[in-house]
């Protein structure tokens, strides 16, 4: 039931995991809610476990785990081991595996053409003595050249290092880690990514009853490749392959220093390098903190409380610039180049953007084993906060060698400021007997900034139950000492999972105005212009994920062999309906 998928091969790529289907799960890195952009940044040396959690056991996450959650605990140190450094390092290549292929023959291409052009038109203008030159192909014009294999280049490097030291002592262990990983691009290695990786987790027993827990990890990215037209800079050079005539040839008499003017010079890929076309990088620098203590209570045996504070901060600069250029055709008669195309349009962008998270953890945790039966509770107050902050400006430089942005030059300016807070509360009751019949309940209530205030809170429910089977009496005397079968276990469970992801903005329950909708001239002055927001909308709140689960797990040959089967069942309320 759980895909992981990376739809996108170019460096810093992000991969997906879908759980049954379903839709972005929750990511859960270290007890604090993420995006999918911080689970696929993390070092995978750094990783100790992947938890994915796809029935009603989700529901204790409430807010976004209606399309389930994938639970991720990093590394940390052992008491009273010995102080250990690993270097961890690897290196490998990257080739398209398959891609598809296009006519990289002129005489083809044209043959092509006039098939084409006889069926719709009935003649074509096409010669069969420049038919039969293209066939020759060793005259200037009439020549094959084949784009593919000028613009992806093979073995594509790429390589990982990591070093990592642990270790602990009875009161203190740790684990720290750093992590170099650069990716070149099979378009070559002006396209790379490259990020650096931090981790540090510590752990310290304050006294018998108190423990404190600091983890910090950072990295930096870099995303550097050269500027393109479009607002994807990896498509234009893979649609040049099927763009780009087999008789059309990068530069003008194969002259480097010249950029030959094709009619469509921005599949031209002797214009895509930083040289010629211009430059984008962006660069992320991000850090999360949590801090931690847990103090066990001593008037009550088995009674704990622990709080947790998680700061994040991601800041990115994004910095483009696309060059003016010339694009040249050959006078071979007078053996000059004369300039007959190219862009006189410029493009230098600049945007900062800070993200900022806090989070606030309190839990109040009771776990006691009473003879064969084992209780335990759970409260959890988690409340979260975020500020994103967002800058960008445009300009339209004078020359291609000043990067620096002038308000003389500035043709446009956008600002954001978005920040969103949600609070939750849980409660969970699990109950266990002699590791054969299971029970646990949970309840979590959620309040999401984005709803009305009478629809804001939202309450989830879930009940799960197991029985292993093979722990009763009966069952062993049926299977007798030597089977095959080890382990077999009955479950089920049913939950209520909820989102606010519905698709509606920010204060859209609020009446009132938009402003920078636009300019009106008023009296020969422009006047930034308001525009009414509209109907509002304060009848929609949480949509809603029932889900039903019931699975049989076993495990055959000493646990060499295990399997599940489930019947699964989700059905979702609350969705929000179309207009029209």
Do not use: C
């Amino acid at each position: 039931g759980v895909s992981f998928r990376m739809p996108d091969g170019r460096p810093g790529a992000s991969s997906a995991i879908q759980i049954r289907n379903m839709g972005t799960p929750l990511y859960v890195i270290d007890g604090i809610q993420q995006d999918e952009g911080q689970f696929n940044n993390i070092s995978p040396n750094d990783i100790a476990s992947i938890t994915v959690l796809k029935d009603a056991s989700a529901a204790i996450y409430g807010v976004r785990a209606a399309n389930g959650v994938v639970v991720v605990t990093t590394k940390k140190g052992r008491k009273g081991t010995r102080n250990v450094v690993n270097i961890n390092s690897y290196i490998g290549w990257q080739n398209w595996s398959r891609f598809p292929e296009t006519v990289n023959d002129s005489y083809k291409w044209m043959l092509g053409k006039v098939e084409a052009e006889v069926n719709k038109y009935g003649s074509t203008a096409i010669t069969p003595e420049e038919l039969e030159k293209y066939r020759i192909g060793e005259e200037r014009g009439y020549q094959t050249f084949n784009w593919k294999d000028f613009i992806i280049k093979k073995n594509a490097p790429l390589r990982n290092i990591n070093i990592s030291a642990t270790g602990g002592t009875e009161n203190i262990n740790y684990y720290l880690s750093v992590t170099h990983l650069k990716k070149e691009s099979v378009l070559g290695a002006e396209f790379n990514f490259e990020r650096a990786n931090s981790q540090s987790n510590v752990d310290a027993n304050i006294s018998d009853r108190l423990k404190v827990g600091v983890q910090i990890n950072g990295r930096i990215e870099t995303r550097d490749n050269p500027g393109i037209p479009g607002t994807d800079d990896y498509w234009l050079p893979r649609f040049a392959i099927f763009r780009n005539r087999p008789f059309e040839r990068p530069y003008a008499n194969d002259n480097p220093e010249y950029l030959n003017d094709i009619g469509h010079n921005e599949t031209n890929w002797g214009l895509h390098n930083k040289k010629i076309g211009g430059y984008a990088r962006e660069d992320w620098r991000v850090m999360q903190t949590n801090f931690s203590a847990e103090y066990k209570l001593p008037f009550i045996d088995g009674l704990t409380v622990k709080g947790m504070y998680s700061y994040y901060i991601g800041d990115r600069v994004l910095n483009g610039h696309e060059y003016t250029y010339k694009a040249y055709t050959y006078d071979e008669e007078n053996d000059v180049y004369n300039a007959t195309g190219g862009s006189t349009n410029p493009w230098r962008e600049r945007g900062t953007r800070k993200i900022i998270k806090n989070v606030y953890q309190g839990q109040l945790q009771y776990k006691h084993l009473f003879g064969d039966h084992s209780v335990e509770g759970l409260f959890v107050v988690e409340r979260q906060e975020s500020r994103d902050q967002e800058q960008w400006v445009h300009s339209v430089p004078e020359t291609n060698s000043l990067p620096l942005i002038y308000f003389s030059t500035t043709d446009a300016y956008n600002d954001r400021d978005d920040q969103e807070a949600r609070i939750g509360y849980v409660g969970r009751l699990s109950y266990n007997y002699m590791e054969k019949y299971y029970l646990e309940a949970s309840a979590r209530r959620d309040a999401s900034w984005k709803f009305a205030p009478k629809k804001r809170v939202g309450v989830f429910p879930s009940i799960s139950g197991g029985w292993r089977i093979t722990n009763e009496e009966f069952m062993q005397n049926i299977l007798g000492e030597s089977s095959v079968l080890n382990e077999l276990k009955l479950r089920a469970s049913y939950g209520v999972l909820g989102d606010d992801d519905i698709g509606i903005g920010a204060y859209d329950y609020l009446p009132g105005y938009n402003y920078n909708q636009g300019v009106a001239i008023l009296d020969g002055n422009p006047v930034i212009a308001s525009k009414d927001k509209g109907q509002i909308v304060d009848n929609i709140s949480w949509f809603k994920s029932k889900i039903t689960d019931i699975g049989l797990d076993f495990s055959l040959f000493n646990s060499k062999l295990s399997g599940s089967w489930d019947y699964f069942y989700r059905e979702r309320t609350g969705l929000r309906g179309r207009k029209y």
